[in-house]
């Protein structure tokens, strides 16, 4: 072990005197560092515009006049997604996808406002963020820093009398690995640190989460570490070791991803959305319309009702029957979307899970999702926010058809429209929507995250197993 540290200690004091090593370290330094606080400022930015947009929204909805409650419907709300904390390390889909949704009656509207559109929703290259560094750049400096540590010691004719004084090929390679690992730790501190700074006040497992990011890139950087000093010792020359190098990060990391998602693209290809529209039409036109009390798809329920209350007329019934239709038509339309909504979730999955199956060709597909889902801004955590955002519709808009049952007559609701004074006695109290709960998105739980992390993280696992084993077969060939 001390040969190992003595190994180390002398790759560092060897960048030390080299101005290019220099001009690595101080780059990938500076990059790490702005990285941080770009993101940072960035972030913060969009969550408190999202914080402002949610408390303007919510006021303008509660400084509603008196109202018919079916007018509230129509009228609608707009919610918005909070910014998870650790956005700032990894902002995921979070610029590909919208952060807002208008809720109203009958309708489930797609998210809105998102910083950014691609091709789709899992073609992304990366913004400058410190996951981005750590996943794209990192490896390229860790590169240019470590692809001449074995075979300067060949070109040099060093590496014979390393060997004469016992250093034995394992130890060498340690040796160097553990030196270019070290250099991929102070790249990683600004990572932590800015992490854990925004999970100060974390809740939702945020903080655990943030230890359990961080391993994951130790065991990504960890892969590439090895690797650079794997192919250092099989080469001959520096210059064919760069070259290797070079390609292997190009295919690994520029290509495969992009390969990756336009293979998911191809594979479990998406119906338009006018196509999703015509269809969600059809299906919820058979199923009547509930602003026409007299329509034959709700001929059951009038009679289902009129019979369980015992009257003959639906004047006679004790509420407003117009309101009960309202409110039964929204159940129908609610399962009708819910049906198609999760259609496409399913489908968004299933392309994800196509893409992530490249985890096994690169390192950074699997560094991708594993550091999304833990980030909170993965593919689920966007799920979530449009279920919550339903979830809260229907809630809204079922308790303004309550408030129509309940509020008016049948016959009074029939004629609101005939002079003011009918209009009048139809509108409710703003008392009504003034009292509506707000709308809170609670995050998923970092259980739940690491759920979604685990089976990446375990890819990376592996790429991290074959890398090891990779570095111990280079140790027996490195006087080949």
């Known amino acids: 072990m001390k040969t190992i540290y003595l190994i180390a200690f002398d790759e560092l004091r060897y960048w030390r005197r080299s101005k290019t090593a220099w001009t690595v370290l101080v780059t990938l330094l500076l990059i790490s560092v702005c990285a941080a606080v770009v993101s940072n400022s960035e972030v913060s930015r969009r969550a408190d515009e999202r914080l402002a947009q949610q408390a303007e929204a919510d006021a303008i909805f509660q400084a509603q006049p008196d109202r018919h409650p079916h007018r509230m419907v129509h009228y609608g709300h707009y919610v918005y997604r909070t910014a998870s904390p650790l956005a700032v390390i990894d902002s995921g889909i979070d610029s590909m996808v919208g952060t807002s949704v208008f809720l109203e009656g009958h309708r489930q509207n797609s998210a809105t406002f998102a910083a950014a559109r691609e091709t789709g929703l899992l ?41 004469g004084q016992g250093v034995g090929n394992s130890s060498l390679l340690f040796g160097k690995s553990l030196a270019l690992w070290f250099v991929a730790l102070l790249a990683l501190l600004p990572l932590f640190l800015l992490g854990f700074d925004s999970t100060a006040n974390e809740e939702f497992g945020f903080r655990s989460s943030l230890y359990s990011m961080t391993f994951g890139y130790l065991i990504y950087l960890s892969i590439w570490v090895l690797l650079i000093v794997s192919v250092s010792a099989l080469l001959r020359t520096s210059a064919q070791s760069l ?225 090891f084993v990779l570095l111990l077969l280079s140790a027996r060939r490195l006087h080949a």
């Open 123 to 163: 073609a992304r290259f990366g913004s400058f963020s410190p996951a981005f560094t750590l996943q794209t750049l990192l490896p390229l400096l860790l590169i240019l820093c470590g692809f001449a540590s074995v075979t300067r010691e060949k070109e040099n004719k060093t590496l014979y009398q390393l060997v």
């Open 243 to 467: 070259s290797v190098l070079l390609g292997l990060w190009i295919i690994t990391v520029v290509l495969m991803p992009r390969i990756a998602s336009a293979y998911a693209g191809v594979s479990a290809p998406s119906p338009s959305q006018i196509e999703t529209n015509l269809r969600v039409a059809e299906t919820m036109r058979s199923g009547g319309d509930s602003h026409d009390i007299e329509d034959t798809a709700f001929a059951d329920l009038r009679s289902l009702t009129l019979a369980e209350y015992d009257v003959e007329k639906i004047e006679d019934l004790p509420f407003n029957y117009r309101g009960l239709v309202a409110f039964r038509g929204e159940e129908a339309d609610t399962e009708v979307l819910t049906q198609f909504a999760q259609e496409r979730m399913e489908q968004e999955l299933r392309q994800k899970q196509i893409a992530d199956s490249f985890s096994v060709l690169s390192p950074v597909v699997a560094i991708r999702s594993f550091s999304m889902a833990l980030a909170g801004t993965a593919l689920q955590d966007h799920h979530h926010f449009l279920r919550a955002a339903e979830d809260y519709r229907y809630n809204m808009v079922q308790t303004f058809n309550r408030l129509q049952m309940a509020e008016m007559t049948l016959a009074e609701d029939l004629a609101r429209n005939d002079s003011d004074e009918s209009g009048r006695r139809t509108r409710v109290d703003s008392s009504a929507w003034t009292d509506m709960p707000v709308f809170e998105l609670r995050s998923l739980d970092h259980a739940q995250r690491w759920q979604a992390g685990s089976n990446p993280g375990l890819t990376m696992g592996l790429w991290l197993f074959a890398s």
